[in-house]
């Protein structure tokens, strides 16, 4: 599997020399400047392609190239995003980068609900506490009829922390669920936005109407109309499945199970056509095996990231060690190199260790974190290739 790892650019404060010296051989990044909908240049992609290549490395995966929401919801703006999408997709295969990732959740990328979950060991995790993420959609987003969405145990334990819960507690759960993990990757809403709640319920009020087949069927009109430009540059998009993999805020989730990922490449029946295979998010499920999907879905597979939760009692889970957890990185490892060798793989969502608190990082991006996992990661893959040259001795 090649070595990669998700870097945002120029302003990163991670830098490429650093890349370079701990081992990574790809860059995932994407033109984070241009606003959603917009086409990506040949300039823009040929010069930042040039400036990783500068430093011995290269661009192996656009992550993301962002599909607008109006594409998802179906606007009236839809024909003009997928026509600017086949024009982005075009320059990047005219630029030699074949590979793109990209999501289909509605208006919100991935949630959690705490950004440096302690442990023992004085290191922190994302977490996702099914209460408090329960409590921000009844007593913050008030949204209606979502008390129905909860289980009784869960209603109680909002109905308990509305009487502990400070003010600063709730400004804190907006911007860990709306901004923080959200504005960094092109979400809809950025740092600096006033008013975060009142633009996120604007987002959600454009889904109205649109349940899970609605959605299925856009995202089918969306691949099909993609797949020529892929099919004559040699792209390969590959969807980022649900994070997490169940329904949230009344939004309806299509890429969440098995039965989910066989009918999206079922529906569009294309090699082009594929999947990002996300261990963690995958994970967070505990109706998904992610052994048995990656021995299903392995050769539609185009890019791995490999990172590993603990569900954990009452809807939680924790990312968890890489070596760890629900992902079983290891067997992962196993599958992709028998069935689809030489994969692009990222690891993801590190720790926050040994000061990486106080850089400024994204969450979920720490430096120290992701090499301590980049080295557990490339051990796992060291024992796995011996254990192919054996098998061929």
Not at 119 to 147: K, M, N, Q, V
Not at 159 to 186: C, Y
Not at 295 to 303: D, E, S, V
Not at 372 to 393: F, I, P, R, S, W
Request: charged share 25%; glycine share 8%; with cysteine.
């Amino acid at each position: 599997m090649e070595k990669t790892w998700r870097w945002f650019g120029r302003k990163d404060k991670i830098t490429l020399d650093m890349l370079r010296q701990i081992g990574v051989e790809g860059i995932v990044t994407a033109l984070h400047d241009v606003p959603n909908g917009a086409v990506w240049t040949e300039e823009a992609i040929s010069s930042l392609k040039h400036f990783i290549e500068s430093y011995g490395l290269r661009w192996s995966v656009v992550e993301s190239l962002p599909v607008s929401e109006a594409i998802k919801y179906g606007g009236t703006e839809c024909a003009r995003l997928i026509e600017n999408y086949k024009t982005s997709l075009a320059n990047l295969g005219k630029c030699g980068i074949k590979t793109v990732c990209y999501n289909f959740m509605p208006v919100i990328d991935w949630i959690r609900t705490d950004l440096r979950h302690p442990w023992a060991d004085g290191t922190s995790s994302l977490y996702f506490d099914y209460a408090r993420f329960a409590y921000f959609d009844l007593r913050i987003l008030e949204r209606a009829g979502a008390a129905k969405d909860y289980p009784a145990d869960i209603l109680a334990k909002v109905a308990e922390l509305d009487t502990t819960i400070t003010e600063s507690g709730k400004e804190e759960l907006i911007d860990t669920i709306i901004v923080k993990t959200q504005g960094f990757v092109n979400g809809n809403i950025k740092e600096g936005d006033k008013d975060p709640v009142l633009l996120f319920k604007r987002l959600l009020a454009l889904y109205d109407g649109i349940d899970r087949d609605a959605l299925r069927e856009n995202m089918r009109r969306f691949l099909t109309a993609i797949m020529p430009v892929c099919e004559a540059y040699g792209v390969n998009v590959c969807v980022h499945p649900d994070d997490p993999p169940f329904q949230v805020l009344g939004l309806p989730r299509i890429v969440s199970s098995e039965e989910d990922i066989a009918w999206l490449l079922n529906a569009v029946d294309n090699p082009h056509n594929g999947l990002t295979f996300c261990a963690g998010s995958l994970s967070a499920g505990e109706h998904n095996d992610t052994r048995e999907l990656a021995k299903k879905f392995a050769g539609r597979t185009h890019f791995v990231h490999l990172r590993s939760t603990e569900a954990m009692p009452g809807g939680n889970f924790i990312e968890s060690s890489h070596l760890q957890g629900r992902g079983h990185l290891i067997d992962l490892i196993r599958t992709f190199e028998r069935e689809n060798p030489g994969l692009p793989m990222r690891v993801d969502h590190g720790r926050m260790m040994l000061g990486d608190e106080d850089k400024g990082y994204n969450p979920g991006y720490s430096f120290h974190g992701r090499m301590l996992a980049l080295a557990q990661v490339e051990g796992m893959m060291a024992v796995v290739n011996d254990e192919l040259k054996q098998q061929l001795v």
